[in-house]
């Protein structure tokens, strides 16, 4: 059996356990901080670190996708509201070793280099611009916007439950198929069965089924500049 195959192994299960745990957080000592750029759009110019919380970093090193959601609500003095979204897509690529990052803005997609380690993610996410949604409606000098902030932390998908089982079934010595099935999950085929597969398909197919979420919310007050 490969040593670093089964301690990247453990590191799957270990996080699959700790993601199936549903909590929601609110108010968060930091705030994001807000930019509006010339052209009008409001941008989310630095999101508050909580990578390093326990509810989030074990979805990080599971070796599949962890989106990071971040829903947007400006409101001006007068009340007249905006509403807009971005997405962060954060995956730990096990054999190489490297975090991948995607950001999703208002008209915009990007792709990041491969970051080699957490420490150099936080830095990446604490640079991070995400264009959130244009303001045209809203007045800028009638007084400073009222800004909601909802960051969602969402597991992986059903698809990448697929990809991590065969991840995990090319990573271990398989043993021989046995005839007693777990309850509740689905059937796998013989050539890739075994005990530590029917492990990870519980612990995959039970996160999966809760699809727990972990939110924080924020209110921000944001003064645009009238010039701009």
């Known amino acids: 059996m490969n040593p670093r195959a089964v301690r990247l192994a453990a590191k799957v299960v270990f996080a699959i356990c700790m993601a199936t745990a549903e909590t929601w957080v609110a108010n968060a000592a930091a705030v994001p901080a807000f930019e509006l750029d010339r052209g009008g759009v409001l941008n989310v110019v630095a999101l508050p670190e909580v990578l390093s919380r326990r509810e989030v970093r074990p979805h990080l090193i599971s070796g599949l996708t962890t989106s990071f959601l971040v829903e947007v609500e400006a409101r001006d003095a007068r009340g007249q509201d905006v509403h807009g979204m971005g997405r962060i897509d954060v995956r730990y690529e096990l054999w190489d070793e490297v975090y991948l990052v995607r950001v999703f803005g208002a008209g915009s997609a990007q792709r990041l280099p491969p970051v080699r380690s957490f420490e150099e993610l936080q830095m990446v996410w604490q640079r991070l611009r995400l264009p959130i949604t244009a303001t ?42 046995t005839s007693v099935e777990t309850p509740g999950v689905r059937p796998r085929d013989s050539a890739t069965g075994g005990d530590d597969n029917g492990v990870l398909d519980l612990f995959l197919g039970s996160s999966i089924q809760r699809r727990s979420l972990v939110h924080y919310d924020w209110t921000v007050e944001f003064r645009p500049e009238p010039g701009r």
């Open 136 to 177: 045209g409606p809203l007045d800028r000098r009638g007084g400073p916007w009222k800004i909601e902030v909802t960051l969602s932390v969402v597991p992986f998908s059903q698809s990448e439950q697929r990809d991590a089982q065969r991840w995990f079934n090319d990573s271990i010595a398989v043993r021989p198929p």
